[in-house]
């Protein structure tokens, strides 16, 4: 039987045996090894602890989202019937706070937008009031104060239903409707 560098055999006694000490570098590296363990630990238990705190906001506000996204579909299907499609006749937006509807809007109303200066944050927020059918006006107003770019996203739902359509990369022409 030959020494194998890792282990050693004791004298005569077979089945005997024991590891060569541990290099500086072995055991330096076992404690980082630790260290890195605990601090792991640390910060799964910390996250655990938050995750837990919030649980029951969070289900809270998955309750009143899916309560209102009951009554929102509703109002969407009552606005499909009185305008027309969304998507063809109507825009809806959804938002963290709920969900928006924009209504077309008619040749002149665009025509005069278009030549305002659209980039105007008073022209958009004019603009898509003008054609805003659901929420409420108070709703949509506390909807903007919370999410200022929400008139953005209505006065882009406005130009794709007057009949702007982006560049098609397939094509290369511009596709109105």
Same mark, same amino acid.
């Given at each position: 039987?030959g020494q194998?560098d890792?282990?050693?055999?004791?004298?005569?006694?077979?089945?005997?045996?024991?590891?060569?000490?541990?290099?500086?570098? $072995?055991?330096?590296?076992?404690?980082l090894q630790?260290?890195?363990?605990?601090?792991?630990?640390?910060?799964?238990?910390?996250?655990?602890?938050?995750t837990?705190?919030? $649980?029951l906001?969070?289900?809270?506000?998955?309750i009143?989202?899916?309560?209102?996204a009951?009554?929102?579909i509703?109002?969407?299907?009552?606005?499909?019937?009185?305008?027309g499609r969304?998507g063809?006749?109507?825009?809806?937006i959804?938002?963290?706070?709920?969900?928006?509807?924009?209504?077309?809007?008619?040749?002149?109303?665009?025509?005069?937008?278009?030549?305002?200066?659209?980039?105007?944050?008073?022209?958009?927020?004019?603009?898509?009031?003008?054609f805003?059918?659901?929420?409420?006006?108070q709703?949509?107003?506390?909807?903007?104060?919370?999410?200022?770019?929400?008139?953005?996203?209505?006065?882009?739902?406005?130009?794709?239903?007057?009949?702007?359509?982006?560049?098609?990369?397939?094509?290369?022409?511009?596709?109105t409707?």
């Open positions: 039987m194998d890792s282990t050693y055999r004791t004298a005569g006694i077979p089945g005997t045996q024991f590891e060569a000490p541990k290099t500086e570098e $072995e055991i330096r590296r076992e404690a630790a260290k890195l363990d605990e601090a792991r630990a640390a910060r799964e238990a910390a996250e655990d602890k938050r837990r705190r919030f $649980e906001d969070d289900l809270q506000r998955e009143e989202r899916e309560a209102r009951a009554e929102e509703e109002k969407l299907e009552e606005l499909e019937v009185e305008h969304v063809i006749h109507i825009w809806r959804d938002t963290s706070m709920g969900m928006v509807v924009m209504g077309r809007p008619t040749p002149a109303k665009y025509r005069g937008f278009a030549d305002k200066n659209k980039t105007s944050q008073n022209a958009q927020e004019q603009f898509a009031r003008e805003l059918l659901y929420p409420d006006k709703r949509f107003n506390a909807m903007v104060s919370t999410l200022p770019g929400l008139i953005g996203r209505c006065c882009d739902a406005l130009i794709w239903l007057a009949g702007w359509r982006q560049r098609e990369q397939t094509e290369g022409k511009f596709e409707s």
